[in-house]
């Protein structure tokens, strides 16, 4: 298979060549192989290839939903043996212990992971410039940056390497990414997709797993597979009526959404991605739904500052064991923003972490009541345009826990709100900018309703679909396809 012929299909497409026999999962690995050398010296994207799974990868199609499809995961621990280096030269030559619950799925269903990607440090970061392993660029502007953490995966999926890849979202982790280089990208409800064998939901419930896609399809295809709870989970969510992809195929009729184009932050919000997000409103409208501008009403300094407390409880909680684990001084092997969001995080007690939670409930039972007014919420998915690289170096002297979150706010400013309240947020590619930028658009339910968030982002997909490239946006500059 050529490798334009490849980069034309979404995972859906390649499973369904590989179900009649025109390609095999090996066929695919090479073709990741070559796309890998083609592209990934100008992207920094994939820290490795996996040999031996390229290898093992079979002449034959599995009965599966995905029949053997080659894909990558995350520089986090996903698959049992794998390195899961975080992006950080604390963790260098760490490996994972065990394999994700719902990695066994997606696996199960036809995935193989074939090689992983890079991420910011520990996943801080909402710039994929680690100290391990440098910037990921971007495959439509190279002098540009991919967000994070979850960058090295938006642009493999981006460039053609892959038809998806997985990510994790603690903040917007999978959205920022998916938004700066013309993706989709789901965070689920919180529990959609368990956290086990560790936490239902790491983070504090804050974070979970999911891919970032080229179609909704796609994305609705993998939740289909690994959704669901495991056993010992703390909580439930409820499953829901259907599959995911029978949802897709309804067209949603009426649906009651909330426009907020207000920077809850008060970071400035780039013209551009302004007048994207009130151009998808009326795209919305066209369609026969209702838009109306609003916003939740809730204490953005004090959700901030929850947030702030949280992460870096987390940080001093987990950093010395990896410290012992592999034997290095924390002081001396951090970057310096995570180990400035590190030290802050030893003198937060334990009231402050508690209080840091009851902020976070206050804020939970605000946007649910809100969304009971409506069926979905529009904003932008980042409040800037991809920026030059090193613009937020992670890794500057002198950063303070102050200077971490002033880093990720133009990008934060809407996603990580729903880190918090656990509702699904999808960022879709909607938008370019004057200079061929990808820009997002999120769009978010109430708990629970992925179905809704999937259909209406199908009922927008089928409008496009028709162009070039993901969503008619032709390729990036740096493509697979080309060569």
């Known amino acids: 298979m050529r490798l334009d012929e490849y980069t034309a299909h979404d995972g859906t497409g390649l499973a369904r060549l590989l179900a009649k026999g025109d390609v095999t999962p090996k066929e695919l690995g090479r073709c990741v192989e070559r796309a890998v050398a083609a592209v990934n010296p100008a992207l920094n994207a994939v820290i490795e290839l996996y040999q031996d799974a390229l290898e093992t990868l079979p002449e034959a199609a599995s009965a599966t939903p995905f029949s053997g499809i080659a894909t990558l995961t995350k520089d986090f621990p996903i698959e049992a043996g794998r390195p899961a280096e975080f992006g950080s030269r604390l963790a260098q030559g760490f490996r994972a212990g065990h394999d994700a619950v719902y990695w066994t799925r997606l696996?199960?269903?036809?995935?193989?992971?074939?090689?992983?990607?890079?991420?910011?440090?520990?996943?801080?970061?909402?710039?994929?410039?680690?100290?391990?392993?440098?910037?990921?660029?971007?495959?439509?502007?190279?002098?540009?940056?991919?967000?994070?953490?979850?960058?090295?995966?938006?642009?493999?999926?981006?460039?053609?390497?892959?038809?998806?890849?997985?990510?994790?979202?603690?903040?917007?982790?999978?959205?920022?990414?998916?938004?700066?280089?013309?993706?989709?990208?789901?965070?689920?409800?919180?529990?959609?997709?368990?956290?086990?064998?560790?936490?239902?939901?790491?983070?504090?419930?804050?974070?979970?797993?999911?891919?970032?896609?080229?179609?909704?399809r796609d994305t609705a295809a993998l939740l289909d597979l690994c959704h669901g709870p495991d056993a010992g989970d703390g909580y439930e969510i409820a499953p829901p009526v259907g599959t995911y992809l029978d949802a897709i195929k309804h067209r949603p009729h009426g649906v009651r959404i909330a426009l907020c184009t207000r920077s809850w932050s008060g970071v400035q919000i780039d013209p551009e991605v302004l007048a994207a997000t009130r151009s998808a409103a009326e795209r919305f409208a066209s369609l026969g739904h209702h838009v109306e501008e609003?916003?939740?009403?809730?204490?953005?300094?004090?959700?901030?500052?929850?947030?702030?407390?949280?992460?870096?409880?987390?940080?001093?909680?987990?950093?010395?064991?990896?410290?012992?684990?592999m034997n290095r001084s924390i002081e001396e092997a951090l970057g310096t923003s995570v180990y400035a969001l590190y030290r802050w995080g030893l003198a937060i007690s334990g009231a402050q972490l508690i209080e840091a939670l009851a902020v976070y409930d206050r804020v939970t039972r605000q946007v649910g009541r809100f969304l009971a007014g409506y069926d979905l919420l529009l904003t932008p998915t980042s409040a800037m345009l991809p920026e030059p690289i090193g613009t937020f170096n992670p890794n500057r002297a002198g950063i303070d826990v102050e200077g971490v979150f002033n880093d990720l706010a133009p990008k934060e400013t809407f996603t990580a709100l729903f880190n918090a309240t656990g509702q699904p947020a999808i960022s879709l590619p909607v938008g370019r900018s004057r200079d061929g930028l990808p820009i997002g658009i999120q769009l978010v339910a109430r708990f629970g309703r992925e179905d809704l968030l999937l259909a209406t982002a199908r009922q927008i997909e089928e409008e496009v679909e028709s162009g070039p490239g993901v969503w008619g946006q032709g390729r990036p500059v740096i493509h697979a396809g080309n060569y």
Not at 145 to 153: H, Q, W
Not at 298 to 314: E, G, H, T
């Open 107 to 216: 696996r199960a269903g036809g995935l193989n992971n074939v090689g992983r990607t890079s991420s910011s440090e520990f996943g801080v970061p909402a710039t994929t410039e680690s100290p391990l392993y440098g910037a990921t660029r971007n495959p439509w502007h190279p002098q540009r940056g991919v967000a994070g953490s979850s960058g090295g995966g938006a642009a493999a999926v981006a460039a053609g390497i892959v038809p998806f890849a997985q990510g994790s979202d603690g903040g917007g982790s999978i959205r920022n990414p998916a938004a700066f280089c013309g993706l989709i990208g789901l965070k689920p409800s919180r529990g959609r997709v368990t956290g086990a064998p560790n936490g239902n939901a790491p983070l504090l419930g804050l974070a979970t797993a999911f891919m970032i896609t080229r179609s909704v």
């Open 294 to 325: 609003a916003s939740p009403d809730f204490d953005y300094p004090a959700f901030l500052q929850a947030q702030k407390v949280i992460w870096a409880a987390d940080a001093a909680a987990h950093m010395p064991a990896m410290a012992r684990h």
